[in-house]
């Protein structure tokens, strides 16, 4: 039994003497005990957070004692324990230097040790005594101890374990943070094991072994790993585990991980279960031996490091290190070191760090034998590593224990180039590939005067026996004065086999010439360096402090036909600088599909370390892109310190891309004088198939020069047997012209080879003056019958405009069925000297090889000169190969100031009857990305091509993306970038290649040709904006501008506008408007012409009218029906519905009522649309009313009369009003309109257009009221959409512009509605806000677009769109419409719109709510209106009994609830099944707040039921009155299936009933109350809301 103290006495006790109350050591006992053991509290030192040390002392306490306090502190004598400093974690590292601990060893104690003042039995303290010597006496194996309760288990010995875990590559360089083992077998488990000790870290790639001692487990089956992970530093990679455990029952187990046990990977699992499998161990032991050569200097200080490969597996990169002095002159050093299993060992890779005074080392060879098999292998290498002769050797696997047994001398002729400049002062290396793998890199240095031109040099390489040879890789290292070096041929003799075999080369290996290669694959065949197969490797450094590397980089390619070897990657001085790319092409033998990469650098120079960002490797020949993502640090003092890596290449990385075709291509240039050129030369060619793109003929070398064959390898796609070829040059530099005597193509794949032969001049100053050429192909392989050269004759008739001549350069591109004659300069004219002027037909020939039938041509010039505007009438050609005259009409402006500003022209042949076929448009934006300074019918599209030209001072460009779209195919096209174009960044380049990434589909589109003809009155023309609606059977476009850069719409003119826009199926009208703007603004309208391309249509509208404007419209608007409909058939117009426009147009009259109430009347112009089953009228201004010279006044009915082509049966209208004048606001009661048929239709409204009242909306749409009973009529149900829009949170994000909205649902659509005014903020569109709207709508279903936009005006119009959300309750729907985009002309790509689609997985759903119209009728007695705030909350019950109830708060608005007044008011309400009761209060607020209520009528607007709430009482607060009452339904109306009013009671009809409440307040002191007291009664029907019990029956001073 606890002491009785005083729980004062107790509170003064400190807390903190919780942690040491419990003594844990028992050093006390026994003074002859040894240094006593850590306790636990220097344990849990490393875990560094005393806030867990109460929990510690906690779990090793008797239950009854847990959590302690201040009570549970006490012993049974009422003393506090003695305190314990062994115990206080704060004096740990004290402890830990005074005795000298590195790891703890006693495990906790089960129960504390009792009061040095409470005395002790001898039995327990020679238990102590024995626990203490056990514990000192124990053997320490590593740095374990057993943690937690002993567990005492007699009938088990301990057994001594061994672990061994493995970290991976890829951890975290060290992981500090507490280790846990627990073992688990077929006799039980293990406590948990910790598992520290001195230095011990768990670096990456590393292992850490430890032994522990425990019962045994018997047979282990599983094995529990924890990490105690508090950051993301002590994240821990592990790789395997192995466990051993000695006696006689020796055994090992081992466990694959791979896994992380981290907070911060993967699932944030810190402990695993892991299954283990009984077998031989997953590692190897094995001895190395190194020998240093016997030579001055041969020594290093350098840190050296080793890797192994076997069949099985590579081992980490381990530092050789022991103790001693290691690596001099003629020295012998062992190392010992562990890997996993190897298998059989092929290669030693060995290397330093260059570090030291004498870093340079000469090694002579490396024996590595492994432990255990005792199995040896020999390296030898007799070569130095040093940054001259590289940090990094390969070292290949001798055959026998014989350092010099199976060796091969290889005699190495090297042949240099007797041309200029040929010899070469760097250092160079082969390596000789055969059937039995590769010597590995050899220096050929036997001479100070080694490799100069036009002589021989002889080596011997002392190497393994590779077998027969296949291939040399030779290279040099750039070094020197003059690196650059021409390479004949090299010859290679075996000693042993006398195999000789020639690897011919005549190519460059030089930064500055050819290719800028200065490695070279050569096979044993002609043309060999021609052969192999050119991978273009990108490497991207990485954009960080540092990333760049002054190294010497190399790569290994490997795949699944063999390895590339280790290539040296250097092309350019600023190689591997941070943030560039650069592209190295890697010219080796066919290696089939990759499966990895290795790479890495030699650690040489200043900056060695270097930071990868990705790599690429581009097979163009197999048509295969590796993407390989990297990120990381190749650096010895950087993350694990690795400055090589390996990556598997996965099938995830690579993706196709255009397969291509190697070639050979040989330029012959005559042997005449002068015949050579400087300019650029390019070549495109054609076959059977298909055509390349233009290829530039570049090297770094000099190409072209007189009687010179130049080389060229080329990539190409497959385009079938080649017809022709086009040959040009650029007519840059001082020498241009050129005279060529033939090109010859050869497929190195199929050895096909086509002779091109041009024995011409290409050049300005000679022969016909051209620069280009068409070449027919000759040889076996061409198609029967050949091809051959044709002289078209192209006739160019400049129009008979004013200023319509041209100087400009002009030229043209003819495309036939076989091909095209590419880009030709119009430059002699046979029929004027001075050609293109006004009214002149000019005549060109055009050589090129035959197109067949011509199908388009295009048209253009390069807008040079004073005069550059040209008016082209139109063009003939007439093919004398068969006497055919083609004629291509224009009759348009190629002009930056005229038309629509375009300088080329894509012209169709004209049909019979002039009639010209359509041409596809293609819509191209093109994403330039947000980084700082990145300014600047093709069927089925598979990539594009995109450049610049580098000029001006920002021309570096970051280009994101490109995406093309096809309207008229409706499909949209993504090529993907995200790289810059420039010269000074990325790798150098201003034109790429892009793939198609993905396809989507569009909305289909339409592409017209519009022919509007003006009047040919006096006046007729317009300088006003004109716009274009169409109307079709499948709905409408929206309005089009016809606009270009001419001077349209003059009278009798006649303009062409080329437009896209949604398809609508067979069109019915049009509407044609203007905006009333410029001086002359009136316009006569003659006729319009539509040809739809498509379906080969022409719609005509006969007009004939004038558009003029009113007063108070600035935009006048006609409809034009269509009188006749063509059909195109070969070329001919044929007429296939032809009517009268007054067929078409028929009158509707709309009667507008204005309501009876103060104020209600507007001076705004009020505009309307109405819509009908088979369109809308489009806006139309109610401007001349019929009735009355002052319209839409209070209580006031104004008659319009609006003629229109018929609609049909009528379904909606939206009415608004421009906020303009006085007294804007305006109240509609509602609109009658009546169709030609005489059929009525009403639609009522009963609500405010204004931005001061209601819903602050100037727009309304209103559908049609139903022809049912009165006393259930109500307004048309209207959709009411909750639009939040969210504006960015970016710089300038806001706008000042005129924002609108267009919902699109699945059975109809909104139209445009402006944005006028924010429900949130007053300022509307600034940075980071929301502003809310409310739209209304008839039905159009659930949304599945939407479109927003501005109008661009104001001077901060640019606005940046987060994203849109919006909501409609009576659908139950709330929709995410994610934009993130600038609509900016300037932003982007410049669209001030953009169309919205839902986003699937942030789309919302719930229950909808229910429509409702309440009838408010105040009573006609004095006094009975109110000013206060009214509500409501409605009671209902489901069909399955359950009741429930919604409130609804009716506006505070003037003019409500007065005297006699009947209020309507459309609500939407939750579904609370069938109303039986209402209730029905005010907040007792105003001047006037008594209100006097009649009834209240119900009507659900879906059920079409009406129910009724009498009440005939008064609201306020005097004494028989109440603020709040009950009203239960009273009748229910609803339909009969005759569509008669049926009533009937309601099935819970309930009474209002008086419940009599007692209140009993408590007799004790203070226990009455001043306060309110309210009280709300809840029962099966309900509850009676909150009543106020103000009025006591019993005591005037109530709750006493």
């Known amino acids: 039994m606890e002491p009785n103290i005083p729980s004062r006495s107790l509170d003064r006790i400190p807390t903190s003497r919780n942690k040491f109350s419990f003594a844990t050591a028992a050093v006390s006992i026994n003074s002859s005990i040894a240094l006593p053991a850590p306790p636990q509290s220097f344990l849990r030192h490393v875990m560094k957070d005393n806030s867990r040390t109460d929990e510690f002392y906690d779990v090793h306490l008797p239950p009854r004692l847990r959590k302690t306090t201040a009570s549970t502190m006490i012993n049974r004598d009422g003393k506090l324990p003695a305190y314990d400093s062994l115990s206080d974690p704060h004096l740990v590292n004290y402890f830990a230097r005074k005795f000298g601990w590195t790891s703890p060893i006693e495990p906790p104690r089960k129960y504390p040790v009792r009061s040095s003042s409470h005395p002790t039995s001898a039995l327990s303290t020679r238990r102590n005594v024995h626990r203490n010597r056990q514990l000192t006496q124990r053997k320490r194996c590593g740095d374990v101890r057993q943690e937690g309760p002993i567990r005492t288990n007699t009938s088990s010995r301990n057994v001594t374990y061994k672990v061994i875990l493995y970290t991976a590559a890829d951890s975290n360089p060290k992981s500090k943070s507490e280790k846990r083992v627990q073992l688990i077998g077929t006799k039980g488990y293990s406590e948990n094991l910790l598992l520290s000790g001195p230095g011990v870290h768990f670096k990456a790639d590393s292992r850490d072994c430890f032994q522990i001692k425990c019962a045994s487990v018997g047979d282990l089956t599983k094995v529990v790993i924890e990490n105690t992970c508090r950051c993301k530093e002590d994240a821990w990679k592990l790789s395997h585990i192995v466990i051993r455990r000695f006696g006689k029952k020796a055994k090992s187990w081992r466990a694959r991980a791979g896994c992380w046990l981290s907070t911060f990977h993967g699932d944030e699992k810190t402990k695993r279960v892991f299954e283990v499998t009984e077998g031989k161990e997953d590692t190897s032991v094995y001895h190395i031996e190194v020998y240093t050569a016997d030579k001055m200097g041969a020594g290093t200080d350098a840190s050296v490091y080793v890797t192994l490969f076997g069949a099985k597996g590579t081992s980490p990169r381990t530092k050789l290190e022991a103790s001693g002095n290691h690596f001099e002159r003629a020295q012998t050093d062992a190392f010992t070191i562990e890997t996993p299993r190897l298998g059989r060992l092929s290669m030693c890779r060995i290397e330093h760090d260059n570090k030291g005074i004498a870093p340079g080392w000469l090694l002579e060879r490396i024996v590595v034998t492994h432990v255990g098999t005792e199995h040896r292998y020999i390296f030898p290498c007799h070569e130095w590593l040093s940054k001259k002769h590289g940090l990094i050797k390969d070292l290949q696997l001798e055959t026998s224990d014989s350092s010099y047994a199976g060796m091969s001398d290889y005699i190495v002729h090297i042949y240099t180039g007797n041309v200029r400049g040929a010899g070469t002062d760097a250092n160079v290396s082969i390596i000789l590939f055969g059937k039995l793998g590769e010597t590995g890199p050899h220096r050929l240095d036997n001479s100070k005067n080694n490799f100069e031109r036009g002589r021989e040099d002889r080596f011997v390489v002392h190497a393994p026996n590779v077998g027969p040879l296949e291939r040399v890789r030779i290279s040099h290292d750039n070094s020197g004065i003059g690196p650059g070096w021409f390479l004949d041929k090299v010859r290679v003799l075996n000693s042993q086999t006398a195999e000789e075999i020639i690897f011919p080369c005549n190519r460059w290996l030089a930064t500055s010439e050819d290719d800028g290669q200065i490695s070279r694959e050569l096979l044993p065949r002609d043309s060999s360096s021609f052969a192999t197969i050119p991978y273009k490797v990108h490497i991207t450094t990485g954009d960080k402090k540092y990333a760049g590397t002054s190294a010497n980089v190399f790569c290994v390619l490997t795949g699944e036909k063999g390895s590339s070897g280790q290539i040296s990657l250097t092309n350019d001085k600023q190689n591997f600088s941070r943030g560039r790319t650069d592209i190295f092409t890697v010219a080796v033998e066919d290696l089939g599909k990759l499966s990895k990469i290795e790479i890495g650098h030699d650690n040489a120079g200043l900056g060695a370390g270097w930071y990868v960002e990705e790599i690429y490797v581009e097979n163009p020949i197999q048509g295969l892109l590796y993407k390989i993502p990297v990120q990381e640090w190749f650096a010895v003092d950087e993350s694990d310190g690795k400055i090589t890596r390996e990556f598997l290449i996965t099938r995830k990385m690579a993706a196709r891309i255009r397969k291509k075709t190697p070639w050979l291509c040989q330029v012959a240039t005559s042997d005449v004088r002068f015949g050579g050129t400087d300019a650029n030369v390019f070549i495109k060619i054609y076959g059977s198939d298909g055509e390349t793109d233009e290829i530039p003929l570049e090297s770094k070398s000099q190409n072209f020069q007189r009687s010179q064959v130049d080389d060229f390898k080329l990539e190409i796609n497959d385009i079938g047997c080649l017809r022709k070829l086009r040959v040009w040059h650029d007519n840059k530099g001082v020498g241009s012209g050129w005279h060529l005597d033939h090109i010859l193509l050869r497929d190195l794949n199929s050895g096909h080879e086509y002779m091109f032969p041009c024995e011409k001049w290409l050049a300005r100053d000679e022969d016909d003056g051209e620069t280009v050429r068409e070449l027919p192909a000759m040889g076996e392989n061409v198609e029967k019958p050949p091809p051959i050269s044709v002289d078209y004759k192209v006739h160019v008739f400049t129009g008979n405009k004013w200023g319509s001549g041209t100087d400009a350069n002009v030229y043209i591109v003819l495309y036939g069925e076989t091909s095209d004659s590419g880009r030709r300069e119009l430059r002699r004219s046979s029929t004027y000297r001075n050609k293109f002027e006004r009214g002149h037909e000019d005549i060109f020939t055009v050589n090129a090889v035959g197109l067949g039938e011509l199908s388009k041509i295009v048209i253009g010039h390069d807008n040079i000169g004073g005069g550059a505007s040209w008016f082209l009438d139109k063009v003939d050609i007439l093919d004398p190969s068969n006497g055919k005259l083609y004629t291509f009409p224009c009759n348009r402006w190629l002009s930056k100031k005229e038309d629509d500003g375009s300088l080329e022209r894509t012209l169709l042949p004209a049909g019979e009857g002039g009639i010209v076929a359509g041409t596809i448009t293609y819509i191209i934006r093109v994403s330039t990305g947000d980084v700082r300074g990145a300014g600047t019918d093709a069927g089925k599209m598979e990539r594009c091509i995109i450049g610049h030209d580098n000029k001006r001072l920002g021309c570096a460009w970051f280009l994101e993306d490109v995406i093309v779209e096809v309207p008229s195919l409706g499909q949209h096209f993504r090529f993907p970038c995200s790289r810059w174009l420039a010269t000074n960044a990325d790798d150098g380049q201003t034109e790429r290649e892009l793939y198609v990434e993905n396809v989507l589909d569009l909305e289909e589109q339409a592409n017209m040709l519009v022919r509007v003809r003006t009047g040919d009155a006096f006046g007729a ?426 409130r609804y708060d009716f506006p505070k608005e003037a003019r409500l609830f007065e005297r006699n007044n009947v209020d309507r008011f459309n609500i939407e309400l939750a579904d609370i099944g069938e109303p039986y009761k209402l209730r029905i209060g005010h907040d007792n607020r105003g001047i006037g707040s008594r209100w006097h209520l009649e009834s209240v009528t119900l009507i659900d607007q879906q059920q079409k039921k009406a129910f009724d709430f009498p009440c005939n009482a008064w609201f306020s607060k005097g004494r028989e009155e109440q603020l709040v009452r009950e009203l239960p339904v009273g009748h229910i109306k609803s339909l009969t299936t005759k569509g008669k009013v049926k009533r009937h009671a309601s099935t819970l009809s309930l009474d209002i009933v008086e419940y009599s409440i007692a209140v009993f307040t408590g007799d004790v002191s203070g226990a009455g109350t001043d306060a309110g007291v309210y009280i709300i009664l809840f029962g099966e029907h309900g509850d009676s809301g909150e009543c106020k019990l103000s009025k006591s029956e019993t005591n005037r001073d109530k709750f006493e």
């Open 1021 to 1446: 023309g317009t300088d006003a904006k004109v716009f274009l609606t169409i109307y079709g059977i499948d709905g409408k476009t929206e309005d089009i501008l016809l606009g270009n850069k001419s001077n349209n719409f003059e009278r009798n003119q006649v303009d062409e506008f080329k437009i896209v826009c949604r398809s609508v199926g067979k069109v019915t009208k049009l509407r044609l408007s203007h905006d009333s703007s410029g001086i002359g603004a009136a316009w006569q309208i003659h006729s319009i012409e539509l040809h739809d391309f498509k379906e080969h249509l022409i719609y005509t509208c006969e007009i004939d009218q004038w558009l003029k404007k009113t007063k108070g419209n600035k935009r006048v608007a006609i409809e034009a029906p269509v009188t006749k409909i063509e059909l195109i058939e070969n070329g001919k117009r044929k007429v296939i519905e032809e009517l009268s426009k007054e067929e078409h147009l028929v009158n509707y009259s709309v009667a507008v009522h204005t309501s009876d109430i103060w104020g209600a009347g507007t001076d705004a112009n009020v505009y309307m649309i109405l819509y009908g089953e088979e369109g809308d009228t489009g806006e139309r201004h109610l401007n001349n009313s019929l009735t009355n010279r002052n319209k839409f006044e209070r209580n006031q009915v104004d008659v319009f009369n609006l003629q229109a082509v018929n609609l049909g049966v009528l379904r909606r209208l939206r009415i608004w009003h421009d906020n303009r004048g006085g007294g804007a606001a305006w109240h509609l009661h509602k609109i009658t309109v009546t169709d030609p048929n005489g059929s009525d239709y009403t639609f009522m409204c009963n609500q405010w257009l204004s931005q001061s009242h209601d819903d602050k909306q100037i727009s309304r749409e209103l559908g049609v009221q139903e022809d049912i009973p009165e006393e259930l009529r109500t307004k048309a149900v209207t959709m009411t959409f909750d639009v939040a829009v969210h504006t960015a949170d970016i710089r300038y994000a806001g706008t000042d512009a005129n924002v609108f909205m267009r919902l699109v649902g699945k059975t109809g659509e909104t139209g445009r509605i402006p944005l006028t005014k924010s429900l949130t903020n007053r300022n509307m569109w600034e940075r980071g806000q929301v502003d809310k709207f409310k739209l209304d709508a008839v039905d159009i279903g659930d949304l599945e677009k939407i479109e927003i936009g501005h109008d661009g005006k104001n001077p901060g119009a640019g606005w940046c769109l987060d994203k849109v959300i919006i909501d409609c309750t009576l659908l139950g729907k709330t929709w995410t419409f994610e934009c993130g985009e600038w609509l900016d002309k300037s932003s982007g790509d410049g669209s001030l719109r953009r169309t919205l689609f839902p986003s699937v997985d942030q789309t919302i759903e719930y229950k909808p709510k229910v429509p409702y119209e309440v009838i408010v009728k105040t009573s006609d007695i004095k006094g009975a209106g109110t000013d206060a705030g009214v509500f409501m909350e409605v009671y209902g019950r489901s069909e399955n009994g359950t009741s429930s109830s919604d």
